[in-house]
């Protein structure tokens, strides 16, 4: 049974009649030019972005790294105080979340040693992982991530892209990857949604980037190269 699902979706005037369909453990990768309503695409999925037609079908449990903002130098909160935030949002219940749990998360992507550190200090890099924990915190069946590696060293990247994979091979988590490049991720991508100016369309990653296909979403002359194991689209 799919776990997320749009039928006929339109968000004007961004995308129209989209018909897609993500299974448990998928990693789907959303490429396109600014402007094509990426970003909107996750956001019709969180609810808060209304479509104008259609219907979208999502889980309950789902987490969400945004793209990078930094966190304001004299935000007092600590970084467990922060992910704990995150598990409680939405729920009935007032009683503050397990330590354990946070931990858990925490120790996921590899930021235990962050815990007790304010926020507002960390750099770019460590704050992302601080959304990454949130993310993982409330063990989701999806996760939306919305250009999750910028400000991210390769080394960082790489690291994110494991735990993104690993999450959805042994969790059954599916994973949307809104990105600008395809190659950090193009090893684990299941399948492409390419949003374009005037038209989408969604396959395997040979379908997809091609230069017809490309040609067809721009209006014009596209071509795509593969150099040293990375896609190079012109």
């Known amino acids: 049974m799919s776990l997320l699902t749009f039928t006929g979706a339109s968000v004007d005037p961004l995308w129209h009649d989209l ?9 789907l990768t959303v490429l396109g030019p600014n402007g094509v309503g990426k970003s909107t695409l996750l956001n019709a999925v969180l609810g808060t972005r209304s479509l104008t037609s259609g219907s979208v ?19 007092p909160i600590r970084v467990r105080d922060l992910v704990g935030l995150s598990i409680e949002h939405g729920t009935m219940s007032r009683r503050r979340p397990r330590r354990s749990t946070i931990d858990a998360a925490l120790a ?19 704050q992302q992982l601080v959304r990454q924990a949130q993310a993982m915190a409330t063990d989701p069946e999806l996760l ?14 790489r690291a994110a892209v494991e735990l993104l994979d690993r999450r959805r091979r ?6 949307i990857f809104v990105t ?15 949003l374009g100016p005037d038209d989408h ?5 040979d379908e997809v980037m091609t230069g017809p296909v490309l040609s067809r979403l721009y209006g014009t002359d596209v071509d ?11």
């Open 144 to 157: 939306l991530c919305d250009e999750p590696l910028l400000s991210l060293d390769l080394s960082a990247q």
């Open 180 to 194: 600008h490049s395809i190659n950090p991720v193009l090893a684990v991508t299941d399948r492409v949604l390419y």
């Open 170 to 175: 042994e969790q059954d988590t599916a994973v």
């Open 108 to 126: 996921e992507v590899g930021a235990s040693g962050l815990a007790d550190r304010r926020v507002g200090t960390l750099s770019g890099g460590q």
């Open 224 to 234: 795509v190269a593969e150099v040293n194991g990375r896609m190079v689209v012109v």
């Open 19 to 27: 018909t897609l369909s993500v299974e448990p453990g998928e990693f």
């Open 57 to 75: 079908s999502a889980p309950h449990r789902i987490g969400f790294i945004p793209q990078q903002r930094m966190f304001d130098t004299d935000l």
């Open 201 to 205: 369309v969604t396959g395997a990653v």
